[in-house]
């Protein structure tokens, strides 16, 4: 294989196990790395380099963590797969899934650690991450709210990039925050130099605080009213402040509620909240031409950096 001579220790360790236990995704993932960038590479060296220097720590680990990838993406199949023949999500609302989900130490930690592979063998989330990374590269000193503490990664690359700035993180599920301080640290990162919040973002009061930069990563898809919170970031962002946000099209999962048709109605949404959109991304799954999008439900993953209107 092509790859084959680019190919590093810490991520060749990850690379293995995950190919392993995922026979079928083989051929997708090797596909992908046939054609990574330079700068694939540097990342996929360094995110692993980190994650093998204190969260996985044996072969043992590395197994565990190569289950959970595709237990995560076994689920995602079902509920394509699902969605594809009904067209509709799963009917559930955000009380049903914080019981059977976000409560759940086993189920959070298995999907949260999916998840983050995914940064690694997932080209959407891959490119997601790097337009973050470009976006954030030359912050003003300010502070940061992050809605959603998720498994961590955009938390720890703020951090790397500004050590002083001042940090709050807020996750409705405990478990969530817990692994995210896990893979902070592995980033050699003093995650108790960031202020987490185990609360509903809704019902939260930070005494009138304004934030320069709010990052809302794979959040609106979780929520019922999705228009609640952009208003809330809205209330939230400095005048001069901008918002990461990013969000998906026909994509199902155990915990996604809102079911975004289309971009036009997340491009629509961020300016009823307020926001002005100054860049974007978007990113359909399969190979097919726009005017299928819809028609077909493709699923597409959105972001964009947004300032207040």
Same mark, same amino acid.
């Given at each position: ?7 590093? @220790? ?14 079928? /995704? ?39 963590? *190569? ?6 993406? !076994? ?28 409560? /759940?130490?086993?189920? +959070? ?10 940064? #690694? ?6 490119? +997601? ?31 790397? &990039?500004?050590?002083?700035?001042? !940090?709050?993180?807020?996750?409705? @599920? ?17 995650? =108790?130099? %960031?202020?987490? !919040? ?7 009061? #930070? ?8 990052? +809302? ?15 809330? *970031? ?18 199902? *999962? ?6 975004? !048709?289309?971009? %036009?109605?997340?491009?629509?949404? #961020?300016? &009823? ?21 819809? =028609? ?14």
């Amino acid at each position: 294989m092509q790859y084959s001579e680019k190919r590093v @220790s810490e991520f060749h360790r990850i690379l293995e196990c995950v190919l392993a236990i995922n026979p079928l /995704q083989r051929k997708r993932i090797e596909t992908f790395l046939e054609q990574a960038s330079k700068e694939y590479w540097t990342f996929a060296e360094e995110l692993s380099c980190n994650l093998n220097h204190s969260f996985l720590l044996s072969d043992e680990d590395r197994i565990a963590v *190569a289950k959970a990838y595709k237990k995560m993406c !076994m689920d995602l199949l079902r509920e394509q797969i699902r969605f594809k023949k009904s067209g509709v999500f799963h009917e559930g609302n955000a009380g049903e899934v914080y019981k059977q989900v976000y409560s /759940q130490d086993d189920v +959070m930690r298995y999907y949260l650690v999916g998840l983050l592979l995914s940064y #690694l063998f997932w080209p959407n989330h891959y490119k +997601m991450f790097r337009f973050f990374q470009e976006t954030t590269a030359q912050l003003m000193a300010g502070n940061y709210l992050e809605v959603g503490a998720g498994h961590g990664l955009f938390t720890a690359e703020i951090r790397k &990039k500004y050590p002083e700035m001042d !940090m709050t993180i807020v996750d409705i @599920s405990k478990t969530a925050i817990d692994l995210a301080t896990e893979i902070i640290s592995s980033f050699r990162i003093d995650a =108790s130099s %960031i202020n987490f !919040m185990n609360h509903d973002f809704l019902k939260i009061n #930070l005494d009138g605080q304004k934030f320069d930069f709010i990052a +809302m990563g794979e959040v609106l898809e979780h929520v019922t009213n999705p228009l609640q919170f952009l208003c809330k *970031a809205r209330e939230l962002i400095s005048p001069e402040g901008l918002m990461y946000m990013s969000t998906c099209v026909n994509a199902p *999962a155990i915990d996604h509620i809102y079911h975004f !048709m289309d971009v %036009i109605s997340i491009q629509t949404l #961020l300016q &009823k909240a307020g926001f002005l959109i100054t860049s974007e991304i978007i990113l359909p799954v399969e190979d097919v031409t726009e005017d299928k999008w819809f =028609s077909e439900l493709v699923p597409i993953n959105y972001a964009a950096i947004c300032r207040p209107l």
